[in-house]
């Protein structure tokens, strides 16, 4: 043997498992609600009144939007009706408080009636694509306002309908207690969708919402999968949807008109679609940026600017966005890690 021969045997063999990157471990979903409910209990104590108002705002618009950016990220489904799909969960759940006062029975309640209208619009969905299945969506959203004014003896027509609540316990303030209620809903909804797209419920509407076709050779159904993610969705919306009876003690068609469906497609496309933090960004901006038109519509004094300023906000922001992080604000600490290493 040569002395080439020897120190090329003598030679340490390269590690090629060392140059594989290591996958980062993701900490499990309960974890990261849990956390979450112990900031949300801590901020209570901490806000005013008016701010646990608005903290709570956003938990119920928590629901909506993580419900939509499953929909539209996950399945490819665009929905620009699901401000009717919250006002079913809201009018269902005044409805049945004032009737029976029970709370927990009443969201019950609303969560069922909304599964079932989500049901029905998801196999019409089923069926649709592109602008058909917007053009179908945006006529609900047209359609229930129309609904609750027409039949008024039921639904008091634009007035509306009150909520009977049984007030909280002495100790706590209501804005407090609304901020539990509404982050309580939220925490544990998203905790189910963070759990069901984990499994082979994601992975299903990935593989439909990428390619059809591949999807329908390895065996996924199509339709099922399709109506499936539409129902899920729809529930997230009744929740939300009820929460605001709650919130606002009264429910009215003015409150859920057609930009707010344009609003929340709006909210997950700027947080990031497909990203439950995506959701959360989308539903901090939906309290966030409506205020802020609005005190800007209030310095200048014009009643018609400050009606669509907070439309102009969000189109502005919407546009920022995609072109500074066309991924969405939660792709903003990705996008800074992988310059920070590549650097490195």
Known sequence: MTDVQQKANAAPVPDVGSAVPKRRRRLHPALVIAAGAVLVVALTYMLPPFRNYQLATMGAYFCVTAGLTVLTGLNGQLSLGHGALMATGAYTLALTQNKWVNLPLSFAVAVVVTTVAGAVIGLAAARLRGPYLAGLTLAVAIVVPSVTSTFDETFNSDQGLSVILNPPPETIPMERWQAWLCWGAALAVVLLLALLIRGRFGRDLR???????????????????????????????????????????????????????????????IGGLGSLFGALWGAVLLVVLPTLAQSVGEQTGSQQLEGNLALVVFGVVLVVVMLAAPGGLASIPSRISRLIRRNR
């Open 207 to 269: 593989a439909v919402r990428d390619d059809e076709t591949a999807a329908k050779l390895a065996g996924i159904n199509i339709a099922r999968t399709q109506v499936l993610a539409f129902v899920v969705s729809a529930v997230c919306a009744g929740v939300s949807g009820a929460l605001f009876a709650v919130l606002a003690q009264s429910v009215s068609p003015g409150a859920f008109p057609l930009t707010l469906s344009l609003f929340l497609v709006m909210a997950i496309v």
